[in-house]
């Protein structure tokens, strides 16, 4: 159940004060009927509601989900004061929504960052009990190395002494510089430390999947889509939830 002041806000982009002002002037109804109580409690996704006799078009959505295709220069955060963030890409279309990524890039890195308000189902992609993996390519400034894979399959023992969880990474593609790694943890700069113990430095860095969706190839840099109920599923399971 949600409230009518609220429930007015999230699908019209309206302050809270600009929905009870409707509201209160009579221009909304619920079952036909004008409804002047911006406390009136309603059935999300069954309330029938009106504003100047134009029914609400399409479902309530209490979280959102969004793919973003990050580009680069852009910041992985909710909010910045200096930079532009992938929060900053899609509040216009979600004005009310404090949308914020679930897992973050680096400001030079791209591709796929996923964007929702669902703090709960963010921790459930995040944590690291879940080992939902996260698949990126990465050209790097010197050919990959048999000592590379075998030591990212061992599990990685970074510069400062931290143990990672073992991690793997592939060729992609003719060019020896050029791989694919999949992580099951979030370790900050971690992909960079990690290449860094073999002397290899990372010149780009692409997140190509979270968990088994894939970043769609239809999304230039800056662009976005909601996920689709099956990749919503999909993540859910990855994550170990129904």
């Not at 852009?74 to 992938?86: K, P, Q």
């Not at 698949?135 to 048999?146: E, H, K």
Request: net charge positive; aromatic share 6%; glycine share 8%.
């Amino acid at each position: 159940m949600i409230r009518l002041d609220r429930y007015l806000s999230e699908r019209l982009g309206l302050t809270r004060s600009e929905s009870r002002k409707r509201i209160a002037a009579g221009r909304v109804t619920v079952a036909g009927a004008v409804c002047r109580q911006a406390d009136a409690r309603l059935d999300e996704q069954t309330a029938e509601v009106a504003v100047d006799g134009r029914p609400l078009a399409g479902r309530y959505e209490k979280y959102v989900y969004l793919m973003l295709n990050k580009p680069a220069g852009v910041v992985s955060a909710a909010r910045d004061a200096r930079d532009r963030t992938v929060a900053d890409l899609a509040a216009g279309a979600y004005p009310r929504r404090q949308l914020f990524p679930a897992g973050r890039l680096d400001k030079s890195s791209t591709g796929f960052v996923l964007l929702t308000d669902d703090g709960a189902f963010a921790h459930d992609i995040l944590a690291p009990a879940r080992h939902v993996a996260k698949t990126y390519r990465v050209l790097l400034d010197t050919p990959l190395t048999p000592a590379m894979t075998a030591g990212f399959a061992a599990g990685v023992t970074l510069a400062d002494g931290t143990r990672l969880d073992p991690a793997e990474v592939r060729p992609d593609g003719p060019d020896p510089c050029r791989v694919q790694v999949v992580l099951h943890q979030g370790v900050y700069h971690q992909i960079k430390r990690m290449f860094g113990v073999y002397g290899a430095g990372v010149n780009e860095l692409h997140r190509l999947a979270i968990g088994p969706v894939a970043l769609d190839p239809a999304l230039a840099p800056g662009q976005w889509r909601p996920l689709t109920d099956a990749e919503l599923a999909a993540l859910r399971r990855s994550a170990g939830r129904p």
